[in-house]
C-alpha cells in the first residue's frame, strides 16, 4: 500500500479556499487517490476520488499532476462546518476488501469565524 | 443515514460483561470491515471479511470476536474487554472487484469499559 503524507493541521477562515497537499511517492499505476472526511465521532465519508488530472464535484476538487506522486483537495469558500479532520488515501482500483484501507493521522482543518 | 447502520450508538459495559455490537449495510456490498479509533489516534483495521469469510485478522485480541452471518450484516462480540479497549468502533463496507468509490463508513458505536 503506497504510504501517504499530508499536514497535521491547518487552520483558515470563513470564506476562504483551503488547499490540502498529500504526497504519495510510491503509488502504483492501478491505484487511486481517495479523500474522506471525519468530524468527531462520526465515521469518516467518501469526499472525492480521481486517478490523473482534475476532478470536481459538489464538494470539492481533486488536482492530480502527471506524475500522480502528490495530490490536491480544493474547498471552495469553506464554512465553520467544513472544520474536521481530512484523510487522503491510496486505493487499488478494483476495490473492495483486498484494497484494506489504512488510515493516517490525516489532517485537522479548523475554520475561524 | 449512510447506507452502513450501527447499533447501539452508545455502550458502556463492564469489564465482566458480554456484549455484541452490529452493523448492517444496505448497500448490496459483498465486503464488510471493523475499525477502531481510539481518542486522537488514526483509525485501525480490526477485521476484513469478503464474500462472507474471514480475510484478515489484524492481530486482534481474542476478547474480540467477529461474526458474519450473511454479507448484509456483521457482529463484534466483546467479552471480558479492559479500559484500554474504550474507542469509537466503525463498520465500514465496499464492493470487491467493480469500480472503486471508496468505503463507506457506519456512524459508530462509542464503547466506554468500566
Known amino acids: 500500500l503506497a504510504k501517504t503524507t499530508q499536514p497535521i493541521s491547518m487552520d483558515s477562515y470563513e470564506g476562504q479556499e483551503v488547499n490540502i497537499t498529500c504526497s504519495h511517492n510510491?503509488?502504483?499505476?492501478?491505484?487511486?487517490i481517495t479523500w474522506y472526511q471525519q468530524f468527531p465521532s462520526q465515521g469518516p465519508r467518501f469526499i472525492i476520488q480521481g486517478y490523473k488530472t482534475k476532478v470536481t464535484n459538489e464538494v470539492a476538487s481533486l488536482f492530480i499532476p502527471a506524475d500522480r506522486k502528490s495530490s490536491t483537495l480544493s474547498l471552495p469558500r469553506v464554512s465553520l462546518s467544513d472544520t474536521a479532520v481530512y484523510y487522503c488515501?491510496?486505493?487499488?482500483?478494483?476495490?473492495?476488501?483486498?484494497?484494506?484501507?489504512?488510515f493516517g493521522t490525516g489532517t485537522l482543518l479548523a475554520v475561524q469565524p | 443515514e449512510t447506507g452502513v447502520t450501527q447499533t447501539p450508538r452508545h455502550l458502556v459495559m463492564g469489564m465482566t460483561n458480554k456484549k455484541s455490537l452490529k452493523c448492517e449495510q444496505h448497500l448490496g456490498h459483498n465486503a464488510m470491515y471493523w475499525y477502531k479509533q481510539s481518542a486522537k489516534k488514526p483509525l485501525e483495521l480490526m477485521f476484513v471479511y469478503s464474500l462472507e469469510e474471514r480475510v484478515e485478522n489484524n492481530s486482534v485480541p481474542s476478547r474480540f470476536s467477529p461474526e458474519c452471518p450473511n454479507s448484509s450484516h456483521l457482529f463484534l462480540h466483546l467479552h471480558t474487554l479492559q479500559p484500554e479497549d474504550s474507542a469509537l468502533y466503525l463498520c465500514?463496507?465496499?464492493?470487491?472487484?467493480?469500480?472503486?468509490?471508496?468505503?463507506?463508513f457506519g456512524s459508530g458505536t462509542r464503547l466506554t469499559v468500566v
Open positions: 465500514a463496507s465496499s464492493q470487491e472487484g467493480t469500480a472503486n468509490y471508496g468505503y463507506t
Open positions: 510510491n503509488i502504483a499505476t492501478n491505484d487511486y
Open positions: 488515501l491510496v486505493e487499488a482500483g478494483y476495490g473492495g476488501a483486498t484494497n484494506k484501507l489504512i
